[in-house]
């Protein structure tokens, strides 16, 4: 651990010391998390400090140990400050694409939730409820058959317009934390200046080149993505946003015409 590159070392301890406070002090994601710009949550430095938290014990495992493996040789190279740089830029990065998409598919919510208000009836609900909340409509089978049995019932439309009303707060209100987009920016960084390094990836008994398993990685998250499985908690367009934003600062800094191996 004390062998590590300076910055690194570091990140990895405050991490670590905030996930501690987090779990056992004082419960910092209903302030620092990062909301949806359309939450009444949000505020504009979760940008940053959603980065230092972390929603269990495998995702601030996970994190760390991509920077413990991928974040020193950078460090080496770029020195400390433009490492620190690349780390904050493609967290922030990340944050601000997966905002935007979220942003987007919040307002498309938010213009059902309207539909449905100014029209309550079982059709609309099983329209909301299909597109929008496949788990949600699987879960509310039976008051929908029983509400088509009665469409002018006012206890019905009631508690239609509650459930469709406190799924959208739910969904507004879902935060995003992790150091993911940084670590994924690391990973591509690593990939595009170490393309023919051959890592040894779990469960894969050959070797693999960085530059293929980052274009596999990349390639799969951004399928994820575009998916958007409802049990799938993961915020995957961070994670692109990561390496997005690795590639443009790379791009930028013009480091990507010299592979170092």
Known sequence: MFNLTPVVR??????????????????????FALYSTLSPYFKPFQFVSYMFLHGSFGHILGNMFGL????????????????LIFYFVTG??????FSGINYFEISGLQRAVSVFVDYPNPDTFIDFASKH?????????GFINK?????????????AVAAVTSRFNTELNIPMVGASGSIFGILMAFGLLFPNVELF???????????????FYGLYELYSGIQNSPSDNVAHFAHVGGMLFAYILLRYWNTRKSNFY
């Open 10 to 31: 570091n990140l990895i301890v405050l991490n670590i010391v905030i996930y501690f406070i987090d779990r056992n002090v004082w419960s910092l994601l209903p302030d």
């Open 68 to 83: 413990f493996m991928f974040g020193p040789m950078l460090e080496r190279i770029w020195g400390q400050k433009r490492f």
């Open 92 to 97: 922030i990065g990340a944050g601000v694409l």
């Open 133 to 141: 909340a496949a788990d949600f409509y699987r879960n509310n089978l």
């Open 147 to 159: 509400w088509e049995a009665d469409p002018q019932n006012a206890d019905y439309i009631r508690q």
């Open 201 to 215: 990836i779990l469960f894969i008994p050959f070797p693999v080149k960085a530059k293929y398993f980052v274009a």
